[in-house]
C-alpha cells in the first residue's frame, strides 16, 4: 500500500533520492549504536557498515567513549544522529548544541519539556551555520504509557502530550521531532512534509519488546508518515545484526 502523499516526508538530499525503494530505505534507517565502549561499536560499525548509513551515538556510548567516537563514522561517510536527549537551562543547551553541531553530527536531539525558551535559545545557538544538523525534539519517550507519565505529573494521555510538545516545538521554530508510531500521522499532519519525523520503538513482527511501550513493524510506522526509523536491540542484537538490518530494510521498501 503506498503512502498517501499527505504523510510523506521530503527530504534535502545533496543528491537526488535513490529510485530503488531499498535504497531509499537505508537512507532512512539508523541504527542504534547502544554499547558500551568505542571497541563494541567499531565491531558492531564493521558488520552493518556496508547495510546501513545512520548510526545513533547515545548516552552510553558517547558517556563511555566521549566526541572521539564520532570522528571515524564521520570520516568514513557515515551520517550520526548524537542521541544526548539535551534539557537544561537555555544558555547550556545552546553551548551543547554548539559543541554538538561542531562534531558534523547531522541530527541532535533535546527534550521538548524543556519548555520553548530552551528550544528557542538552541535553534538560535544554530544560526550562521553551514549546513547545520537538524534539531530534533523528544516529544514523549517511547517507553513511557500513560501510567508512566501521571507518575510525573503529566495528566494527558501519551498522544495528547506528544501533540502539546510538537505544537510547543514548532512555535519555538523547531520542524524535527521524536515520537512514536502512534503519534506519527498527527504530527505529520501538524509539520506538512518539511517535518523531520523520527520513530523508535520500531519492533519487526516477532522481535522482543522489551522496554518499549509504544512499538510498530517498520512499514507501518513509514506509512504513517516517519521520515527516519530508529532500531536498536532488533538489529544490534542479532545473531547477525546485517542480516537483520537487511530483512528490515526490505520491510520498509514494502511501504516505499
Ligand atoms: O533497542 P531499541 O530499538 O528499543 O532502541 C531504541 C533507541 O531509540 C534507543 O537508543 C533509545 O535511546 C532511543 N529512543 C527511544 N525513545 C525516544 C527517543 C529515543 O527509544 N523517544
Known amino acids: 500500500m503506498p503512502i498517501p502523499e499527505r504523510l510523506n516526508p521530503t527530504f534535502a538530499y545533496a543528491a537526488p533520492a535513490p529510485s530503488d525503494p531499498v535504497e531509499q530505505a537505508r537512507q532512512r534507517l539508523i541504527v542504534a549504536l547502544d554499547v ?3 571497541a563494541a561499536a567499531n565491531e558492531l560499525v564493521a558488520h552493518l557498515e556496508n547495510t546501513v548509513t545512520w548510526f545513533k551515538v547515545g548516552l552510553e556510548l558517547f558517556t563511555a567513549a566521549g566526541p572521539a567516537v ?3 563514522l564521520v570520516r568514513r561517510g557515515h551520517s550520526v544522529f548524537l ?3 539535551f534539557h537544561d537551562i537555555p544558555n547550556t543547551v545552546a ?3 554548539r559543541s554538538a553541531a561542531a562534531l558534523g553530527v547531522r541530527l541532535i536531539t533535546l527534550h521538548a519539556v524543556g519548555g520553548p525558551a530552551m528550544l528557542s535559545a538552541a535553534r538560535a545557538a544554530l544560526e550562521g551555520i553551514e549546513n547545520p ?3 530534533l525534539a523528544v516529544t514523549v519517550l517511547t517507553s513511557m504509557d500513560s501510567s508512566q507519565l501521571n507518575s510525573v505529573g503529566m495528566d494527558r494521555s501519551p ?3 506528544v501533540e502539546l510538545m510538537a505544537r510547543m516545538g514548532l512555535a519555538a521554530g523547531l520542524r524535527g521531532f521524536v515520537c512514536s508510531a502512534q503519534e506519527v500521522a498527527t504530527l505529520r499532519a501538524l509539520t506538512g512534509p518539511e517535518g523531520v519525523l523520527v520513530v523508535p520503538g520500531i519492533r519487526p513482527a516477532g522481535a522482543d519488546i522489551a522496554d518499549q511501550k509504544r512499538i510498530a513493524p517498520p512499514a507501518d510506522a513509514l506509512r504513517q508518515g516517519a521520515s527516519y ?3 536498536g536491540r532488533p538489529i544490534t542484537q542479532a545473531s547477525d545484526p546485517a542480516d537483520a538490518a537487511d530483512a528490515i530494510l526490505r520491510q ?3 511501504a516505499l
Open 95 to 97: 553551548g551543547a548544541v
Open 133 to 135: 544538523p537538524e534539531l
Open 159 to 161: 498522544a495528547d502530550q
Open 83 to 85: 542521541d544526548l536527549k
Open 229 to 231: 526509523l530508529v532500531v
Open 252 to 254: 520498509m521498501a514494502e
Open 36 to 38: 558500551p565502549d568505542a
Open 70 to 72: 564520532i570522528e571515524p
